[in-house]
T-cell receptor
Framework: GNSVTQMEGPVTLSEEAFLTINCTYT??????LFWYVQYPGEGLQLLLK?????DKGSNKGFEATYRKETTSFHLEKGSVQVSDSAVYFC?????????????FGGGTRLMVKP | NAGVTQTPKFRVLKTGQSMTLLCAQD?????MYWYRQDPGMGLRLIHY???????AKGEVPDGYNVSRLKKQNFLLGLESAAPSQTSVYFC????????????FGPGTRLTVL
């Protein structure tokens, strides 16, 4: 079956530091890949996505590139802010299941200190 | 346009009690999902629906039932709550087959004593 593995947190950074959150996946076909963000007390929001190999998703200064050869979709940001403190979830969706369900990683908590 | 809404936001139950969580979406989406979120485990799919009148089991369906009598609503029921069902529950919806992005509600925090 499908699975998503993320680096365990929490990740603690100082403001303006460089961020990488690793994500690797296992899938039988050609999944779409997503990063969702969950701010404290809220639901999940889509941060960015990529639908095919070598696609780069980007939003709010965050980027992730769909690497089929390494089955990875690592999240990066060049300069984090305190407002980026949240839990980040990597997820995949494959088109060959009836509900196009999302498979999530366990989440990585990011804490950015001023 | 409210997106995906969930009621209630918080609930405390005693073991053996029943309750229903309501999810509503105003985006005319075909697909709806119920997840539970537990620490360190990400989100796990409980049940889902691919259209009005249809439901299907997800990864962790035991102890839950669902109904999709109207396209915009997806109900999650607990017939006899257990402490293991203490969790945060999220509803999500998605549009057509070609759009895989899911839109999430704000969550319901349920505690079973």
């Amino acid at each position: 079956g499908n699975s998503v593995t993320q680096m365990e947190g929490p990740v603690t950074l100082s403001e303006e530091a460089f961020l990488t959150i690793n994500c690797t996946y296992t899938a039988t076909g050609y999944p779409s890949l997503f990063w969702y963000v969950q701010y404290p007390g809220e639901g999940l929001q889509l941060l960015l996505k990529a639908t095919k190999a070598d696609d780069k998703g980007s939003n709010k200064g965050f980027e992730a590139t769909y690497r089929k050869e390494t089955t990875s979709f690592h999240l990066e940001k060049g300069s984090v802010q305190v407002s980026d403190s949240a839990v980040y979830f990597c997820a995949l969706s494959e088109g060959n299941n009836a509900g196009n369900m999302l498979t999530f990683g366990g989440g990585t908590r990011l804490m950015v200190k001023p | 346009n409210a997106g995906v809404t969930q009621t209630p936001k918080f609930r405390v139950l005693k073991t053996g009690q029943s309750m229903t969580l309501l999810c509503a979406q105003d985006m005319n989406h075909e697909y709806m999902y119920w997840y539970r979120q537990d620490p360190g485990m990400g989100l796990r799919l409980i049940h889902y629906s691919v259209g009005e009148g249809t439901t299907a089991k997800g990864e962790v369906p035991d102890g839950y039932n669902v109904s999709r009598l109207k396209k915009q609503n997806f109900l999650l029921g607990l017939e006899s709550a257990a402490p293991s069902q203490t969790s945060v529950y999220f509803c999500a919806s998605r549009g057509s087959l070609n759009h895989r992005e899911q839109f999430f509600g704000p969550g319901t925090r349920l505690t079973v004593l």
